[in-house]
């Protein structure tokens, strides 16, 4: 092979080497940079969607009119073993945070019969807020909810800071609730 080929060749793998340093070098400055953003971004919460929702009882009830307070929703449905899990765990929560200031509000899922719903309040004795969402605004206004349970802590202010799908836990929610109380 001539000499002048072996250099070429040589630059040519100098070059790859060099490539594949820098988009090394590259994409450990992205991932790192991810990890920083992640990190250091600001905690997300959202402003809670002001909807107006239709309670079992009749009457209606504007979210935005508990502002000030801290509002525990919970999107549920009566063929959900895991949302019937959590009602006993959610009038605890209830009895003992209410008259501190909690409002806890279930939402039945579109799909569930609204008898169905009334049943199963009436059987458990739910003593928290049941609202219907017959046509799927709160499921839509809440990020087109669709596996339950799936609930949201908002807190005093209005803002969205805690979302969970599936069961909770329920400490760590009633400790993120009791700092919202605290903090009047």
Same mark, same amino acid.
């Given at each position: 092979?001539?000499? +002048? %080929?072996?250099?070429?060749?040589?630059?040519?793998?100098?070059?790859? !080497?060099? /490539?594949?340093? $820098?988009?090394?070098? %590259?994409?450990?400055?992205?991932?790192?940079?991810?990890?920083?953003?992640?990190?250091?971004?600001?905690?997300? &919460?959202?402003? &809670?969607?002001?909807?107006?929702?239709? %309670?079992?009882?009749?009457?209606? *009830?504007?979210?935005?009119? %508990?502002?000030?307070?801290?509002?525990?929703?919970?999107?549920?449905?009566?063929?959900?073993?895991?949302?019937?899990? =959590?009602?006993?765990?959610?009038? =605890?929560? +209830?009895? #003992?945070?209410?008259?501190?200031? *909690? =409002?806890?509000?279930?939402?039945? !899922?579109?799909?569930?019969?609204?008898? +169905? @719903? !009334?049943?199963? @309040?009436?059987?458990?004795? @739910?003593?928290?807020?049941?609202?219907?969402?017959?046509?799927?605004? &709160? @499921?839509?206004?809440?990020?087109?909810?669709?596996?339950?349970? /799936?609930?949201?802590?908002?807190?005093? #202010?209005?803002?969205?800071?805690?979302?969970?799908?599936? =069961?909770?836990?329920?400490?760590?929610?009633?400790?993120? $609730?009791?700092? $919202?109380?605290?903090?009047?």
């Amino acid at each position: 092979m001539p000499t +002048y %080929l072996k250099q070429l060749k040589l630059l040519m793998t100098k070059i790859n !080497m060099k /490539t594949k340093d $820098i988009l090394i070098t %590259l994409f450990a400055i992205l991932i790192l940079g991810s990890i920083i953003y992640l990190w250091m971004a600001p905690s997300g &919460a959202q402003q &809670a969607p002001d909807i107006t929702l239709q %309670l079992i009882d009749g009457k209606k *009830l504007k979210l935005s009119s %508990l502002k000030g307070k801290p509002v525990l929703i919970t999107f549920w449905a009566t063929s959900c073993p895991g949302c019937i899990k =959590e009602i006993p765990h959610l009038i =605890e929560l +209830y009895n #003992e945070l209410h008259s501190k200031g *909690l =409002e806890i509000i279930g939402i039945a !899922m579109p799909y569930d019969r609204p008898d +169905y @719903v !009334m049943e199963m @309040v009436k059987r458990k004795k @739910v003593p928290y807020l049941i609202a219907f969402d017959l046509k799927g605004n &709160a @499921v839509k206004a809440f990020g087109n909810v669709s596996l339950t349970p /799936t609930t949201f802590l908002i807190d005093d #202010e209005g803002q969205i800071v805690k979302k969970k799908i599936g =069961e909770m836990k329920m400490d760590i929610w009633k400790k993120r $609730i009791v700092s $919202i109380l605290n903090k009047k």
